[in-house]
C-alpha cells in the first residue's frame, strides 16, 4: 500500500540521505529523509496552486512534488538528484512510479548542467567558508565550518564522478578522508584554497560520460504517467 503524505498527496519514492547516507554521520548527527510525491492531477488545475514541496524538521524531511522533483533533477540539484541513487537499503518507501524514475535516471542528466550544479555549490560553501576568518571563532561555528568543508569535498567528488562515469556514489569510500579535511579547513580556511582550484582544473580538463542536453521527452513521459495515474475525478 503507498504511503500518504497527509494534506501533499501519494509517495512515490523516499528514501534516507545526506551524511548517514555518505558515511559521514557521527553520534549527534541529524536522519535526513528525502522523497517525492504525487499530488492529485486535478489539483494542479484548480485556482489554488498545490504545495510543491513539504519540508519539515525533527524528524528532517523534504518531500518534492513529482513535477518539481523532475525540474530540479533536470537542473543538476545534487540532493534532489540523490534520490534516484540511492543504495537499496537505504530506500524506505517505493512504488512502481518511483521505480520507473530510478530506471530513468540517467535521462535528467547533462554535461553543463552536472558540473555548473555541483562545482557552483561547492564554490558557495567554499566563498563561505572563506568569509568566517581565521578559523577563530566559536566551537559551534567551527563544527558548522567543519560540516560545509566535507561537504564541500564530497560535492567536488561526487560531481566529478557523475560527470566523468554517469554515475552517482552515494556511499564515499573513505569518510575518514571527508572528516580530516573538514578539521583542517575549519581550522584554517585557505586549506581549501588549493583544493578548489585543482576541482576546477579537473572539471575544465575532464572528458565527461554526459549528454549535451537531458532526455526531457522520456521524463516528461514519465511524469504525464504520474499525472494519468493519479487523476481522481470528483
Do not use: C
Amino acid at each position: 500500500m503507498a504511503t500518504q503524505l497527509e494534506g501533499y498527496g501519494t509517495v512515490l519514492l523516499s528514501g534516507i540521505v545526506g551524511s548517514t547516507a555518505y558515511g559521514l554521520a557521527g553520534a549527534g548527527s541529524d536522519v535526513d529523509r528525502l522523497g517525492m510525491f504525487a499530488t492529485p492531477t486535478q489539483t494542479l488545475l484548480a485556482l489554488s496552486a498545490p504545495a510543491q514541496s513539504r519540508v519539515t524538521t525533527k524528524p528532517d524531511a523534504t518531500f518534492h512534488e513529482a513535477g518539481k522533483a523532475a525540474r530540479l533533477i533536470l537542473a543538476g540539484n545534487p540532493t534532489a538528484t540523490e534520490l534516484l541513487w540511492l543504495p537499496e537499503d537505504l530506500y524506505e518507501s517505493r512504488t512502481p512510479l518511483g521505480d520507473e524514475a530510478i530506471a530513468l535516471r540517467t535521462a535528467f542528466l547533462s554535461a553543463k548542467r552536472t558540473r555548473d550544479a555541483y562545482l557552483g555549490y561547492a564554490t558557495q560553501q567554499f566563498r563561505k567558508l572563506l568569509n568566517r576568518g581565521d578559523g577563530a571563532f566559536s566551537g559551534e561555528t567551527r563544527n558548522r565550518a567543519a560540516k560545509h568543508a566535507r561537504h564541500l569535498m564530497r560535492l567536488v567528488d561526487q560531481g566529478f564522478e557523475l560527470y566523468t562515469t554517469g554515475n552517482v556514489v552515494i556511499r564515499l569510500a573513505d569518510p575518514q578522508r571527508y572528516l580530516a579535511f573538514g578539521e583542517q579547513v575549519a581550522a584554517n580556511p585557505q586549506v581549501a584554497v588549493p583544493f578548489m582550484a585543482e576541482a576546477e582544473t579537473r572539471f575544465g580538463t575532464a572528458r565527461t560520460a554526459l549528454p549535451e542536453q537531458p532526455d526531457t521527452a522520456a521524463v516528461e513521459a514519465w511524469l504525464l504517467r504520474v499525472r494519468r495515474a493519479f487523476w481522481e475525478p470528483t
